[in-house]
Structures are given as C-alpha cells and as structure tokens.
T-cell receptor, first 113, second 111 residues
Framework: EAGVAQSPRYKIIEKRQSVAFWCNPI?????LYWYQQILGQGPKLLIQ????????DSQLPKDRFSAERLKGVDSTLKIQPAKLEDSAVYLC???????????FGQGTRLTVV | GENVEQHPSTLSVQEGDSAVIKCTYS??????FPWYKQELGKRPQLIID?????GEKKDQRIAVTLNKTAKHFSLHITETQPEDSAVYFC??????????FGQGTELSVKP
C-alpha cells in the first residue's frame, strides 16, 4: 500500500514570499489533515478535511495560510506572505475516517530566511 | 476543545531500564488514545493505541494504560534499547475526529 506522499521535501524562501505544499493521501482515505510541527514541539493541527469539505480550520492563520482539497483527494497548503515564524515541518496525514490510526507523510521542511 | 498535556519533555534512561511517559486530556468524551514515535528527521508512526473500553494494552515491550476517571494515559517501555531513542507523542481526539497531540517526550536510551 502506497503511503502519504508530500512534496517538496525541503523549501527555503525569503520572508514575504509565497510557498505551496502538496499532499497525496492514501487511496480511499476520506480524512486529510495538515499539521505544523515547529522544532521541539508536537504537531499542531492547521486544518482537517473530510473529502473536499473543511471540518476544522480554527487553528489556521487565515490571513496568510490557505488550503484546498478540490476533488477530495490531493490537497495543497499555501502560505502568502511567509513570516520567519512559519519555519517548521508541515506534515500531511490521512485516515479512512473516525478514531483510527493517522498515517503521516514525510513532511515538508520549510525555512523562512 | 481538547487539550493534551504530556510529561516529561525529556527522559534519559540506561539500556535495559523502563521508561514511562504520561499524558492527560481534558475531553471526557475522548475514546481513542494513540502513541506515535518520531525518529529524527522522519515521520511520526503509530506504535500502539488504546480505546476507552479497555484499561491496558500490551505489545511486546510496549504497553499503554488508561485511567478514564482521572483522564490520563501512559506509555510504558520495558527493557529499553538504544533504538527506542526517539521523540514520543501521545494524542487524543478533539471534536470532529481531529487528533490533538501532546508536546512530545524526547527519550534517550544510553548504552
């Protein structure tokens, strides 16, 4: 079974630039999450999708972050404009739905300079 | 919403000793409690989970205990080995099925 795919693996940008991350969840998984993991901390949920609808985006800084999952499969997370404090690993995870194991992608390590 | 507190933040043990990591949660409706292991530079991976209808679950050297009354659950690793060195995260479900993670425990097993 293929896992959760994310790209790019690494990205370095200057502050005020924009960046986009891509995630392809495990086939058939209805629920998709984007987490932000700052060095030394636990993953913080940014947004949760159920198919192509947003379930929870209460922790998403909507003035600069946006995410979509148009066809209920792949998802993109965008930051515009980036700030220094956005430097983190952005993890995508998926589940079939409900209280079950979440499968994580390798993450995208973003460095804002 | 759900709040998950995890302690300690760092833990150092000698090889062969036991390690215990504790988490507390706030939402009494939570019914699923997973533990993830994250090695340096890698993705978090599930190592064990427990549902609210049981008090303990074991898988070889790893066990998890759950106290629903006190709203806390713990990860126990016995006979620790150097390859157990990693960051461990507990999690609990918030509303809508989202997973809320603890702050993590960096476990170091010294040979």
């Amino acid at each position: 079974e293929a896992g959760v795919a994310q790209s790019p693996r690494y990205k370095i940008i200057e502050k005020r630039q924009s960046v986009a991350f891509w995630c392809n969840p495990i086939s058939g998984h209805a629920t998709l999450y984007w987490y932000q993991q700052i060095l030394g901390q636990g993953p913080k949920l940014l947004i949760q999708f159920q198919n192509n609808g947003v379930v929870d985006d209460s922790q998403l800084p909507k003035d600069r972050f946006s995410a979509e999952r148009l066809k209920g499969v792949d998802s993109t997370l965008k930051i515009q404009p980036a700030k220094l404090e956005d430097s983190a690993v952005y993890l995508c995870a998926s589940t079939p739905g409900g209280a079950v194991e979440a499968f994580f992608g390798q993450g995208t390590r973003l460095t804002v300079v | 919403g759900e709040n998950v507190e995890q302690h300690p933040s760092t833990l150092s043990v000698q090889e062969g000793d036991s390690a215990v990591i504790k988490c507390t949660y706030s939402d009494s409706a939570s019914n699923y409690f997973p533990w993830y292991k994250q090695e340096l530079g890698k993705r978090p991976q599930l190592i064990i989970d427990i549902r609210s209808n049981v008090g303990e679950k074991k898988d070889q050297r790893i066990a998890v205990t759950l106290n629903k009354t006190a709203k806390h659950f713990s990860l126990h690793i016995t006979e620790t080995q150097p390859e157990d060195s990693a960051v461990y995260f507990c999690a609990a479900p918030g509303g809508g099925g989202k997973l809320i993670f603890g702050q993590g425990t960096e476990l170091s097993v010294k040979p």
